[in-house]
């Protein structure tokens, strides 16, 4: 690998032990990918931000990255945390990761991180440029980053991020070259989408069949919403590992369809249809009755239009006295929430805004066995296929309409 | 009679210790307890045995990202193996390899997988990037 002569110098120490070791990590790992030579960045988004994935281990090693005079060379964002970092204790996250969690949040600050702990970091302040070179993890929003605004990154996993931030450089392979950005199937889809969760069922679909390949999209009639785009990378990262897509007409990389396969047939074509939307809708559903305990909105987190909606079906109503509804999202939003009066009607509703955290970073078996919770509701296809596995609840899966339905009657309407 | 079978480094340090080498992929992430350095993965040749200061030779690592901390915590406990012998290098393993300073060297001809035995003793040279093997006798 060709090194810059400020490249020798951080894998000589010159910079301090925390920026050698950053790039020692990030040197070997081009070694493993063939990458000739490192790419700087100057944005991280840091997945393991939740010490449900970092554990004691990763807390300790971040924590001796800090002490030892680490310093993020990126503007660097947070992912999830393990809990409300504010509201933790009446929600029910266990004190002793709240704890271990204060530690690794406070080590990442130290070396100059911004705590806003959400997945969706493109609404919450951090947006790279079209063709900007950054080190995200998040698959949702690697998802969102590579394909929506046209930035280039890998799946960055948690040690990778942070020696990113610690060197700012990447090993020069993958999603930040030109050859592997490029459109692998295609997807014809009927046109019937009208809502994000539509998006959700799609992608989950897709990225069941695709795993890891680019897929190209053909077929919308109407320009999809920011929130639909948000739901279809989120599925196709939980069905499959789809890290960049591209949608013909509305993704910058593909203005039509030569351009989003380069001139390159596509390795095959798959038909989407009301058939097989409702088959992946009815996957999605794994539960035996219709009651439903808690109503989960906001995976990947809330935008302030869904919000919106959220409190314009809620507003001088009442949840099931049985039936939480959590609406999880950046704290950022939560504040224009406040500001806009929705956080108020849904607090008396009988819901909350949850913020920093989700359940499948949370410590969220914990949670739902304080409030006795043993059934779950979403809009979200990603939320959908972690919970039956993860927490063992009944899972119920269909539209925003659907959930907040449920939240109000207790009850899932076939 | 040593064999010494070239490689290429990954992590530096030259140490020897007794072998432990799985004929199968090794997934740290849940693979492994670090408070003992035992694997604990259900149906893995090595279930039950303990890498703690141990030559571990296998063919890859595989599993989640989270497997590089699991592998620092169990050196950060003092049950990891002295060094780490991969037929070919996967992010996760070299990862936490460099985080915990484990000596690693990785490319090494297939053979020495199928002639180290549990017992046997080898030099890792994380510097030259080679694997001397002193059989059992």
């Not at chain 1, 020692?24 to 790419?39: C, D, F, H, K, P």
């Not at chain 2, 063919?59 to 620092?72: C, D, K, Q």
Request: one cysteine or more; a negative charge; charged letters at 20%.
């Amino acid at each position: 690998m060709k090194l810059t002569p400020e490249e020798e110098r951080m894998l000589a120490g010159e910079m301090g032990e925390p920026c050698r070791k950053a790039m020692e990590i990030q040197v070997q790992l081009g070694e493993i990918y063939n990458a000739e030579r490192m790419i700087e960045v100057k944005n991280v988004h840091m997945p393991g931000s939740s010490v449900v994935v970092a554990g004691k281990a990763g807390t300790r090693f971040v924590e001796e990255m800090a002490d030892k005079g680490g310093c993020f060379k990126t503007f660097t964002t947070l992912n999830p945390a393990a809990g409300d970092l504010d509201k933790w204790e009446e929600i029910g996250f266990p004190e002793d990761d709240m704890d271990l969690q204060f530690r690794l949040t406070g080590a990442y600050r130290k070396m100059g991180a911004v705590p806003c702990h959400t997945c969706t970091p493109y609404i919450a302040g951090n947006t790279p440029a079209f063709g900007e070179h950054v080190a995200w993890g998040e698959s949702s929003a690697i998802a969102f980053v590579n394909s929506v605004i046209g930035a280039r990154t890998n799946r960055e996993g948690g040690p990778s991020a942070l020696a990113a931030a610690l060197t700012g450089r990447v090993p020069a392979y993958g999603y930040h070259l030109d050859e592997n950005r490029v459109g692998q199937v295609l997807i014809d889809v009927d046109n019937f989408l009208k809502e994000p969760a539509d998006f959700g069922t799609l992608g989950y679909w897709v990225g069941k069949i695709v795993q890891e390949k680019v897929p190209v999209f053909w077929g919308f009639n109407t320009r999809p919403s920011l929130e639909e785009l948000k739901m279809l990378g989120a599925a196709l990262a939980s069905s499959g590992s789809v890290a960049l897509f591209h949608v013909v007409g509305v993704t910058p990389e593909a203005p039509n369809l030569e351009a989003a396969f380069k001139g390159y047939k596509p390795e095959f074509t798959l038909h989407y249809t009301k058939h097989e939307a409702a088959k992946t809708v009815q996957t999605l559903n794994k539960h035996k009755g219709n009651r439903v305990d808690l109503v989960a909105i906001g995976c990947p987190h809330s935008s302030i239009t869904e919000i919106r909606e959220i409190a314009a079906n809620l507003c001088g109503k009442k949840l099931s006295a049985n039936t939480g509804l959590w609406v999880m999202a950046a704290l950022p939003i939560k504040t224009m929430a406040d500001r806009l009066g929705y956080t108020k009607i849904i607090e008396e509703a009988g819901g909350r805004i949850i913020c920093d955290t989700c359940p499948v970073l949370g410590s969220t078996a914990a949670v739902l066995s304080k409030w006795g919770y043993s059934s779950l509701a979403t809009n979200s296809a990603k939320l959908a296929h972690y919970s039956p596995g993860s927490w063992n609840l009944e899972t119920y899966y269909g539209t925003l309409d659907d959930c907040i339905k449920a939240a109000l009657t207790g009850r899932w309407a076939e | 009679m040593s064999k010494v079978y070239a490689g290429k480094k990954v992590v530096s340090g030259v140490v020897r210790g007794e072998v432990l080498v799985s004929p199968e992929p090794l997934c740290f992430l849940g693979g492994v307890d670090p408070e003992t350095g035992i694997v604990v993965e259900k149906g893995h040749p090595l279930e039950g045995r303990s890498m703690r200061g141990k030559v571990l030779i296998f063919p890859i690592g595989r599993g989640s990202t989270g497997g590089s901390y699991l592998i620092y915590e169990t050196a950060a406990n003092g049950n990891g193996p002295c060094a780490v012998v991969n037929l070919k290098p996967d992010p996760v393993t070299v990862v936490g390899c460099i985080m915990a300073q484990i000596p690693m060297v990785v490319y090494v001809d297939e053979e020495l997988l199928k002639t180290a035995k549990d017992g046997d003793i080898a030099e890792v040279d994380g510097e030259a990037g080679t694997v001397v093997l002193y059989p059992k006798i």
